[in-house]
């Protein structure tokens, strides 16, 4: 999975987190308290300006910290009826509808079919849910100022943060309700569009194998006596290979196996391919840490740039000493007890066409980090864009396995990264290893990946290999996948509330869609905002969207020009500003690109995100509180 | 000497001036004004419309931020929520969800008020009987007709049995039977021990109902007194007698001349519309069938 | 108003609506497939306006429609970005994804089928490791612009990208071998394509010989009927290039089938088969014949005719070259007897004449006296213009010699010194090896030396050969005279009509002026027409095909031989 801003261990990141958030909402909470002493000393005289003051902290204070969940969740309970009256559940309706219309236009012969199935549900429910989260949390309170029920609540002894609280539980609930229902029925939908059956028919699909006993019986259970091919089903075929015990297997494709049952009747083979089985999965990665080995073995940072305009990936040249390094942590028996299975998406890159029947040729290495003592575990041919899985044996067997070792040996130079790997060095000794007693160190590996063809090289960025631990429930990691949403949804109500706290409906409907946005293009904005994208500051980039000049001319040096200029940087402060306090919505798409892609969502990511959430929950709901209880409701 | 716990609202140098969106002054809706509730009485809040009744009350309740002067409410500022506790306020519209029904909404208030359910229950049923909604308390308040929804706001005013409740304009709109229960109910607080401020511009009902009366005019208090003593004619005399025969009538009427007073007035007094409304009613809910006139009643 | 003004009112309004229904139902009434509807929907006929007509209407698409609120060029706008994004990050499947939700906004808007069905083919697959996953991404792109095509059923460009697609996509690239392989054994496009043929009547079909070439042809033809039936839509391509396209595929296909064979057999192996390859070709040369012979449309303005362009055709230089020279026959025709009987005879008297004309008398002795050809004078009549370019021959070496004897001997050497000494700087091993490269520096040497003085020659044949200053001017002037003479040789040795008609007098001049007025137009025709041809036919005539060959295939070889032959 492509992973650019890797999420790091909750424990590490919540310290400067926790420190920056203090700063941040500090230096508010400092400059409100500065406007509002200024305020008040306008009004009311300095005299009376300080003990005004103070008494207003106590009052939020204690409206803050006192205040009774009990009323809360009346107000709660109130904000879920009236949306439920409002006939919420027309969205659910669509929503059904949508999936219904889906099925025309989504293309299972793909070949991640279980991707474009899961994102599109994620998205049109993204879109949905957030929609119907703006559309109830910006109504609603200016609703009840309109119709004056809001007297009768102001006029009981609640107060403005339960009044603002309880909004936002309430709706945040009828969210989550509509929100869970829309999950079950995704997980139905894509389930649905990703079973197929193949057909499979003896004598002509399936063959004997050339050369094979008649008798089976007389061979081992595994070896293959017949192989073919199903039919076509989605776009793709399935090889069958058939053992001499009677059973068959279907080989993977298209990222999914389907099970095979093999019935003998009377002279009659019948094969009953089943269900589509793994099209969705839930994958465990361990994630190591990348460094690369440059030509003249120095450690670096990143590899060969190719020329790839996406500098996600960095290269490595084939046939030499460059090679691409992953060291491991807690690699222990325990979780591996067979060894390691290996996963990977790394990319190739040919400068010249080479062999074009065959892919590039890569080989893969584990090396003790200490002794360096290295073993050539695997030799395989090359899948850019797909997932190859590779399995390191525990026992690295030379004569099985035909791995070669290379034997310890230090070279003079310390300083360069010592000790020198190239296949010259690697030989057959003769003995085993095993694995966690000669490579492991401290619970340390490093894994070792190299080019063997000429002139061509390997692409690879720290996400790009993984050792696959065990896999996590596929059901429970689809509904996972929704916590970003929720989380998203969350936000959302809080702005929307917020904004109604002191606009009126359509106009603090507009301003949360608006946050909705910028929050999802939040570094398109800071980027505008600090004048740092291409085209300038917003009334330079309408003014060259007005005149077509394009993106990367000057504009030509009148008055006008730096007028608007001036004027851009002066906006892009507050811009800045408001950049700053926007959520980054995009992040949160962390949890449906997981699930997509066939990974299981990590706590740790849940954790950070979700104090993240709640980060600007809080704030939100203390200004909001502090809106409508400085607000007249009467007019 | 009245004690300062017996005041219950007070206000001092009350203003409110409503500005327009550049800040100038736009309505001088509340003058300086300057007034007192003591406990147990039933004060009445009188004028035209436009004089300030309705923003006295929202001042008085926290709904609206005083321009300048104080207001303080059960011994504390009016914008200070815990005031509410021991508050009813009563609207001139009704101001309640109209998706709930009597039941719910009476139940949402309670919990406001932090009320325990089980007294919660009792007391909703008993505001119910005693508003008379007890036929209509499963429908959805959208559904009640202007007395009905009267009659809950009522309820909602009283669930957590307040000392001080406001009316804003309680008769104005009801029809005459409504009006005598709302009068009768206002007077049964009283005799609970409840301070009543009420404002409207009905004067009948406020005549008939209230202790105290504030007039106010354009902003202004006006007048301010008991209203017996403000209704009352120095100078006249009134004697009402049952039975009384045309001789004695005579020299009544002679006692007067001697005495160098002016008779006014010496016939059979009226009784009022109102009254008679009420007997009508009550006769015809006692017999049904057409209402015999004079003399013929069973 | 009384009940019954209030019915017969209610009666009045609905005969009203009735009678206005029957119009409105002759408007509005939508085109069906058996019939044109009503007047408004063939009015939308005529101008190319309904949905019906384009193609095929969508409910998805239109859900989606719907669905942006009317901001559907933003939305356009926003997911073009989106898969620009994609792209960058090589996620091919959702730039795919992306695409389709694009199409299904703007069915209409060509430029997007046309782009993304390219950039699949040739971006996407370019950037795949494994050839079968390349092909499966030219395929991809090619299904995607045909979709375009069920959508845009009236867009010639879009046949056009289908076709070139799968034809020079699938064979001319890197890995054309293994492409065609693919394609041949590709059940999955076979099945997809039958199901789409069984759908819509008039799309271009798969053949049954499953040729990439053949069926790109097959989308070239569907592109020209419907750029007949429009009247427009390639954009300002030159209709040659348009129209060139289908017959070359067929010379293709004939090349492959001697390649590759002419189809498989059970086994999936190639099978080759003399009177498929020989058929191939004749089919071959009648397309590129009928091509050759179509007129049309060049995007050069006709200037003499504002606002129109010059039509042309390729065999149109063969017709106005034949008719130039049948104009140019009779003019020798009219030619005075004297000169000679035949035409051939005339001509060769001309050149005669030009010369006796041109050259003074010592330059005319001196032809006489040439060395090569004792020369009679009353024997002028023999072999006149052979005679007369053999003599123009010597007669120039006479002159280059005289020249050389004329200047200075060391400018000559002076000329040559610098390229002479090239050779002296090779080392006397080197001079003695046999490279291609010492060998082709010798040769130039002795080349070289050919121009140099007899007398110098020995000289030059020592490095660094000191000649006096004075010397190396003379030679300078003597090439200059040469080039002056050769290329008066050449007009010498032309003769063009005005020159023929120089022989003529009064009213048969006349006649051949005007003969060559209309040389001069056709010759116009001629080289506007030539330029075509020279650049059409580069590619079939001088491209050399080097192929692997069975010796089956050979036998259809002489095939394309004739044809070839037959084209030139």
Redesign the interface.
């Known amino acids: 999975m492509i992973i650019e801003n890797p999420i790091p261990p909750y424990l590490e990141w919540i310290g400067m987190a926790a420190l920056n958030w203090l700063i941040s909402v500090g230096a508010l909470a400092a400059l409100f308290s500065l406007i509002a002493l200024v305020f008040l000393t306008i009004r009311k005289g300095p005299k009376q300006a300080v003990p005004a003051f103070v008494g207003g902290v106590r009052g939020a204070l204690e409206d803050l910290f006192k205040f009774s969940w009990r009323r809360a969740f009346a107000i709660a309970s109130l904000a879920i009826r009236e949306s439920i009256r409002k006939k919420v559940v027309v969205v659910c309706v669509v929503f059904l509808a949508l999936l219904m219309f889906a099925g025309w236009f989504l293309d299972p012969s793909g070949k991640d079919p279980a991707r474009l199935c899961a994102s599109f549900v994620y998205q049109s429910t993204t879109y949905l849910v957030l929609l119907l989260a703006i559309f109830l949390s910006a109504l609603s309170l200016p609703a009840d100022f309109k119709t004056k029920t809001i007297y009768t609540i102001v006029t009981k002894p609640v107060r403005s943060s339960e009044i603002v609280l309880g909004r936002i539980i309430g709706l945040a609930t009828v969210g989550t309700a509509i929100l869970a229902l829309m999950a079950v029925c995704s997980y139905f939908f894509v389930s649905n569009t990703l079973n197929h059956k193949h057909v499979l028919v003896d004598g002509e699909d399936v063959k004997a194998v050339e050369g094979v006993a008649e008798d089976w019986s007389t061979l081992a259970p595994e070896t293959v006596v017949a192989s073919g091919e199903t039919r076509l089903a989605n776009g793709h075929k399935h090889k069958v290979e058939v053992f001499a015990d009677g059973t068959a297997r279907v080989v993977e494709e298209n990222k999914h196996a389907h099970t095979i049952e093999r019935i003998v009747e009377d002279d009659k083979t019948l094969y009953k391919v089943g269900s589509a089985v793994g099209a969705l999965q839930a994958k465990t990665p361990v994630y190591g840490k990348i460094k690369f080995r440059g030509e003249n073995g120095f450690e670096k940072e990143r590899g060969i740039n190719v020329g790839e305009e996406w500098e996600y990936r960095s290269y490595v040249a084939g046939s030499t000493e460059e090679a691409v390094i992953w060291t491991f942590d807690n690699i222990t028996p325990e979780r591996f007890p067979e060894g390691l299975p290996v996963e990977m998406t790394i990319s190739a890159f040919r400068t010249h066409m080479g062999n074009i029947e065959k892919t590039v040729m890569g080989a893969l290495y584990v090396r003790n980090p200490k002794t360096g003592l290295t073993a050539e575990t695997n030799v395989f041919n090359s899948e850019k864009y797909a997932t190859k899985a590779l399995f390191v044996e525990r026992e690295i067997d030379q004569e099985k396995n035909k791995v070669r070792v290379r034997t310890l040996k230090k070279t003079g130079d310390e300083s360069t990264f010592d000790p020198v790997l190239t296949t010259a060095d690697l030989k057959q000794t003769g003995e085993k290893y095993d694995l966690f007693e000669d490579f492991v160190v401290d619970g340390k590996l490093e894994i070792w990946l190299q080019c063997l063809d000429s002139q061509q090289y390997f692409g690879a960025a720290e996400p790009d290999l993984y050792l696959r631990a065990q896999d996590a429930n596929v059901f429970a990691n689809f509904f996972k996948g929704y916590l970003g949403l929720w989380q998203q949804m969350v936000i959302l109500i809080s702005f929307g509330v917020l904004f109604s706290a002191f606009l009126s409906g359509p106009v603090a409907m507009a301003a949360t869609f608006g946050i909705l946005i910028a929050g999802f293009s939040k570094n398109f904005f800071v980027e505008i905002a600090r004048l740092e994208a291409l085209g300038g500051g917003p009334i330079e980039s309408f003014n060259r969207l007005v005149t077509h000049e394009n993106m990367m001319s000057d504009l030509s040096n009148t008055f006008a020009t730096q007028l608007i200029k001036a004027f851009d940087a002066v906006s892009g402060v507050f811009l800045s500003v408001i950049g700053l306090a926007l959520p980054s919505f995009s992040d949160y798409n962390f949890y449906a690109d997981c699930v997509a892609n066939g990974y299981d969502v990590p706590w740790n990511a849940v954790a950070v995100h979700m104090t993240t959430t709640a980060s600007f929950a809080i704030p939100l709901f203390v200004v909001g509180y502090a809106i409508l209880r400085n607000r007249e409701v009467a007019k | 000497m009245e004690s300062v716990s017996d005041v219950v609202v007070e206000t001092k140098n009350l203003t409110k001036t409503y500005r327009d969106f550049w800040g100038r002054q736009k309505v001088r809706a509340l003058k300086a004004l300057d007034l007192q509730v003591k406990r147990g009485e039933i004060f009445g809040l009188l004028g035209p419309n436009g004089s300030g009744k309705t923003t006295t009350i929202?001042l008085l309740?926290?709904?609206?931020?005083p321009t300048s002067g104080e207001v303080n409410i059960l011994g504390r500022p009016a914008s200070d929520?815990?005031?509410?506790?021991r508050?009813g306020?009563l609207?001139e519209?009704s101001?309640?969800?109209?998706?709930?029904n009597a039941e719910e909404t009476l139940d949402?208030?309670g919990?406001?008020?932090?009320i325990p359910a089980a007294v919660r229950k009792q007391r909703v049923a008993q505001l119910i009987q005693m508003v008379g909604l007890e036929s209509a308390k499963k429908r959805q308040l959208r559904e009640y007709s202007k007395g009905m929804t009267r009659r809950i706001g009522l309820a909602?005013a009283l669930i957590?049995d307040p000392d001080l409740i406001l009316l804003d304009e309680p008769t104005s709109g009801l029809d005459p039977i409504g009006t005598r229960n709302m009068k009768n109910l206002i007077l049964q607080l009283k005799e609970q021990g409840k301070t009543v401020i009420m404002s409207s511009h009905l004067l009948g009902d406020v005549q008939d109902v209230c202790d105290r009366v504030g007039v106010l005019y354009q902003g202004e208090l006006k007048e301010l007194g008991r209203v017996e003593d403000l209704l009352k004619i120095v100078e006249q005399t009134e004697i009402r007698v049952d039975g009384l025969s045309d001789e004695a009538k005579r020299k009544i009427e002679k006692i007067v001349e001697e005495d160098k007073a002016n008779l006014i007035f010496c016939g059979n007094p009226t009784t009022s519309l109102e009254d008679l409304f009420h007997d009508i009613i009550a006769e015809s809910e006692a017999h049904p069938g057409k209402r015999v006139r004079g003399g013929e009643k069973a | 108003m009384t009940q019954q003004k209030l019915f017969y009112r209610k009666v009045f309004y609905i005969a009203m609506i009735a009678v206005l229904v029957f119009p409105l139902y002759m408007l509005g009434n939508p085109a069906r497939r058996d019939g044109a509807g009503g007047l408004l929907a063939q009015r939308r006929d005529e101008l190319n306006l309904s949905e019906a007509n384009l193609g095929e209407i969508d409910p998805a698409g239109s859900a989606m429609k719907l669905a942006t609120f009317g901001m559907r060029g933003v939305a356009v706008s926003l997911l073009w970005n989106r898969s620009l994004e994609y792209e960058k990050r090589s996620d091919w499947d959702a730039v795919v994804a992306t695409a389709n939700q694009i199409t299904m906004l703007e069915p209409h808007f060509i430029t997007i089928w046309d782009f993304v069905g390219w950039k699949l083919a040739y971006n996407a697959s370019a950037q795949f490791d494994d050839y079968r996953e390349r092909y499966r991404w030219v395929i991809r792109g090619f299904e995607f612009v045909q979709e375009g095509t069920t959508y845009n059923q009236e867009s010639p460009k879009l046949y056009v990208r289908a076709g070139w697609t799968i034809s020079q996509k699938i064979g001319i690239a890197d890995e054309k071998k293994q492409y065609r392989r693919l394609f041949r054994e590709d059940e999955e496009l076979e099945k997809n394509q039958r199901e789409r043929e069984a759908r819509y009547v008039n799309i271009p079909k798969l053949p049954s010989a499953k040729d990439n070439w053949l069926f790109g042809c097959a989308f070239y033809k569907a592109a020209e009927t419907w750029f007949e039936k429009r009247g427009e839509g390639i954009g300002n391509e030159t209709r040659l290039l348009f129209y060139g396209r289908a017959p070359l595929n067929r010379i293709r296909y004939a090349e492959w089938m001697e390649i590759d064979g002419c189809g498989l057999n059970k086994e999936n192996a190639p099978v080759f088969d003399e009177e498929n390859c020989a058929n191939a070709w004749l089919q071959a040369q009648k397309d590129w014949e009928d091509y050759s012979n179509r007129v049309v449309d060049t995007t050069i303005e006709d200037k003499t005719n504002p606002g129109t362009y010059r039509r042309t055709s390729l065999n149109l230089q063969k017709e106005k070259r034949a008719e130039m020279d049948r104009l140019e026959e009779e003019i020798i025709a009219a030619l005075p007897a004297n000169l000679g009987e035949t035409a051939q005879e005339k001509r060769e008297a001309i050149v005669w004449e030009r010369w006796h004309t041109i050259l003074n008398d010592e330059q005319r002795a001196a032809m006489y006296n040439s060395v090569l050809y004792p020369y009679d004078e009353n024997d002028y009549n023999l072999g006149r213009v052979g005679f007369g370019a053999r003599a123009v021959r010597k007669y120039l070496d006479a002159e280059v010699a005289r020249a050389k004897e004329a200047e200075e001997k060391g400018e000559k050497v002076e000329l040559w010194t610098g390229p002479i000494d090239e050779y002296w700087k090779l080392s006397d091993e080197e001079k003695k090896g046999t490279s291609p490269w010492i060998n082709w520096q010798s040769d130039l040497f002795e080349l070289r030396m050919s121009f140099v003085d007899e007398d110098l020659r020995e000289l030059a044949r020592t490095p660094r050969l000191l000649v006096p200053q004075e010397d190396t001017k003379r030679y300078g002037g003597a090439f200059a005279r040469l080039d002056e003479w050769q290329g008066r040789a050449s007009s010498l040795l032309a003769v063009t009509p005005d020159v023929l008609a120089s022989y003529l007098e009064g009213n048969a001049q006349a006649e051949a002026m005007d003969k060559i007025a209309q040389i001069e137009e056709l010759r116009k025709e001629e080289s506007f027409s030539r330029m075509f041809r020279d650049i059409m036919g580069a590619d079939f005539h001088e491209r050399e095909v080097v192929f692997e060959q069975t010796p089956e295939a050979r036998g259809a070889r002489k095939y394309r031989q004739e044809a070839r032959d037959r084209f030139n």
């Open positions: 929202k309740l926290g709904l609206l931020f929520v815990a005031k509410n506790e508050l306020y609207p519209e101001y309640l969800y109209r998706f709930l949402f208030y919990r406001l008020f932090n909602q957590n």
